[in-house]
């Protein structure tokens, strides 16, 4: 019978990764205490996506996992950034 | 004929996690769509989903980050406390999770009766004649997305109450871990779709 050994992840990783996602959550909220104009919306969107690759790789065993689900992730957020982008473009340019 | 039955039993972890991650894009695409019609409609009335913001209760919302971040790392551990057979671990830290998972439901609770209160609700009178059309999509957007998330929540709840009702009997353990994996996936989306809600709702300054 063909077994693998699933890698098993330390607490000790999932409490680091914890710690790291809550100082993102709380830079973020102060972060908006500073009126940054504009560039707050950006900001908050490119800490909410460092938090949630932190979450894909290391919670959702990613970086554990064989190289085609990160290709399948990677594509499906493509798809929905790709969404965004074009939706926009009719917005802005029509 | 009872030794052929058990050898026919079927278990594949890779099928049954990739069957998983295929659910988990449907969802991400879902609610990737809802985060489209909420960038457009934010673009096009931007003072007015300002105005609205200011409703929400930032410090409420970020207490609620804080809890699904922890119940994502106590599902987490779960899966390496059954890997390392340690079953009574294993259940407190699933416990945990539905605990905070509870938690989280009774905050989303408070918050939606204190907007059911103040007569913010979808339809209400005070939405429709009060308020600007900016500030009734934004309402709308934050109810159907918050209420869609709070679904998944519930659904996840209950498919980590059925893991742990199996791994209790013995049908989930060290060499077939792949229901609570699966399950923490399904967790773990819930918590990815809240961290994209929170700035996009509660951090509007």
Do not use: C
């Not at chain 1, 709380?26 to 460092?50: H, K, P, R």
């Not at chain 1, 190289?67 to 074009?86: A, C, D, K, N, W």
């Not at chain 2, 991400?28 to 003072?47: P, S």
């Amino acid at each position: 019978m063909e077994k693998e050994k699933p890698y098993v992840v330390p607490y000790r990783l999932y409490s680091n990764v914890l710690i790291t996602l809550l100082a993102l959550t709380f830079f973020s909220v102060a972060i908006t205490l500073i009126d940054l104009g504009n560039i707050s919306i950006v900001v908050a969107l490119v800490i909410a996506s460092v938090k949630a690759f932190l979450v894909l790789k290391y919670f959702m065993h990613l970086k554990y996992d064989k190289p085609y689900f990160v290709i399948m992730v990677i594509f499906v957020f493509s798809i929905i950034l790709v969404t965004i982008v074009v939706t926009f473009l009719d917005y802005l340019y029509r | 004929m009872e030794q052929a039955k058990h050898i026919a039993e079927h278990y594949d972890p890779e099928a049954s996690k990739i069957g998983m991650w295929l659910l988990i894009f449907t969802e991400l695409l879902l609610f990737g769509v809802l985060f489209v019609i909420y960038a457009v409609y934010r673009y096009l009335n931007h003072d007015a989903f300002h105005l609205a913001a200011e409703e929400l209760d930032t410090f409420m919302g970020a207490i609620n980050t804080v809890i699904l971040l922890l119940s994502s790392m106590t599902i987490a551990m779960a899966t390496t406390a059954l890997q390392k057979r340690n079953k009574s671990l294993t259940l407190v830290l699933a416990g945990i999770t539905i605990l905070l998972g509870m938690i989280f439901l009774v905050n989303k609770y408070v918050e939606w009766g204190g907007k059911f209160a103040h007569g913010i609700f979808p339809g209400s009178e005070y939405l429709t004649e009060m308020l600007s059309q900016g500030e009734i999509l934004f309402f709308g957007l934050y109810f159907v997305m918050t209420g869609l998330h709070v679904l998944h929540l519930i659904i996840g709840i209950v498919l980590i109450s059925v893991t742990m009702w199996k791994i209790n009997s013995g049908k989930v353990h060290a060499e077939r871990a792949s229901l609570l994996e699966n399950s923490g996936l399904y967790w773990h989306l819930v918590d990815i779709i809240w961290i994209f809600l929170f700035p996009l709702f509660y951090l509007i300054n």
